[in-house]
């Protein structure tokens, strides 16, 4: 019984640890994905001349703003 305990702690043990990997590599893809999203942001796909480049120009300059596309797709 004691061997039996100790293998399917030693089994659980390793569960864990791989579990916990798995969990640091998608905090990892998560954080690159948001970074992405971020930057993603910060370069407006809309051709905007130079002089033209705040963002509450971009805003309202067309019918729907990244941010309206971004909320209606959630």
């Known amino acids: 019984l004691s061997r ?7 089994n659980l ?3 864990v640890e791989k579990e916990v990997e ?3 590599k ?5 954080e690159e994905l948001l970074w992405k ?4 942001d910060a370069v407006s796909p809309v ?9 509450f120009y971009r805003c309202s300059s067309g ?3 990244p941010a ?4 209606l797709r959630r």
């Open 26 to 30: 998608l905090s990892r893809t998560n």
């Open 68 to 71: 309206k596309v971004r909320t």
């Open 47 to 55: 051709k905007l001349p130079p002089s033209s480049s705040t963002s």
């Open 4 to 10: 039996q305990l100790s293998e399917e702690n030693a």
């Open 37 to 40: 999203l971020q930057e993603g």
């Open 22 to 24: 798995e969990k640091k």
């Open 13 to 15: 043990q390793e569960y």
């Open 63 to 65: 019918n729907s703003s």
